[in-house]
């Protein structure tokens, strides 16, 4: 079955070679909007699987883009929401990864490569969030002294950032070269390190990477 995707930007250009993209990608783009309210209605029409949208939008070029983000999240939980921006805004990213699963942020020079786009759109549709890498390395360079990850080897870190790009285990064994039995042992270690508990409320991949995010 294709999934529905809806796409909001205020550059037609980009706007309209996302949807080809996604259409050759097999997708099925059902619609397309330049402001947040136009974003409000398709969504509301259609309910797709799938919202891509820029952070800064029409009128204000601020937070539109944020703002209906959280506004689906509230009234339709189940629809995936990716995020673009053409700047890293960190205190932005950190916030709205908070809202829950089926979510991502990247950077639109990402999305210039049809299979990255594609793979996120997939990993939130699984129920995942994705992170673009170069946030991840923001947040690395950015680590406060007072580290809580500082009990980590090298190695774990290594796994706890692949892991806060929403890296499944086979797909952090295969980027660092090592078996996933390997991964999971050093995630099962990370979670022991990190102290947090097994709930039937959380999900502990989840809080291992706010804690990440926290530090950064």
């Keep these: 079955m294709r999934r529905r995707v809806v796409i909001a930007d205020d550059d037609v250009l980009l706007r309209e070679g996302i949807a080809s993209l996604l259409g050759e990608a097999g997708y099925d783009v059902i619609g397309r909007a330049g402001d947040a309210e136009t974003l409000v209605r398709a969504v509301r029409a259609g309910q797709p699987d799938l919202v891509i949208a820029d952070i ?5 070029q601020t937070s ?6 959280h ?4 009234e339709f939980p ?5 995020l673009l921006s053409a700047h890293v805004e960190v205190e932005i990213a950190i916030d709205f990864l908070r809202s829950g699963e ?3 942020y990247l950077l639109k020079s990402r999305i210039m490569k049809v299979e990255d786009l ?6 939130i549709a699984l129920g995942g969030a994705v992170i673009d890498p170069f946030l991840v390395q923001e947040l690395l360079g950015q680590r406060r002294r007072a580290d809580p990850l500082a009990g980590l080897t090298t190695r ?8 806060a790009e929403g890296r499944s285990n086979s797909g952090i064994a295969h980027r660092l070269w090592i078996s996933e039995g390997a991964v999971e042992k050093h995630v099962r270690s990370i979670l022991a390190k990190l102290d947090l508990p097994a709930t039937d409320e959380d999900h502990r991949r989840v809080l291992a990477v706010l804690t990440f995010l926290d530090a950064g």
């Design 118 to 123: 594609v793979d996120a759109l997939e990993r």
């Design 156 to 163: 774990e870190r290594e796994v706890l950032a692949l892991v």
């Design 64 to 69: 539109e883009g944020i703002d209906v983000a």
């Design 71 to 74: 506004l689906i999240r509230s």
């Design 78 to 82: 189940h629809i995936g929401v990716l």
């Design 102 to 104: 089926r979510i991502g």
């Design 56 to 60: 800064r939008m029409p009128p204000t």
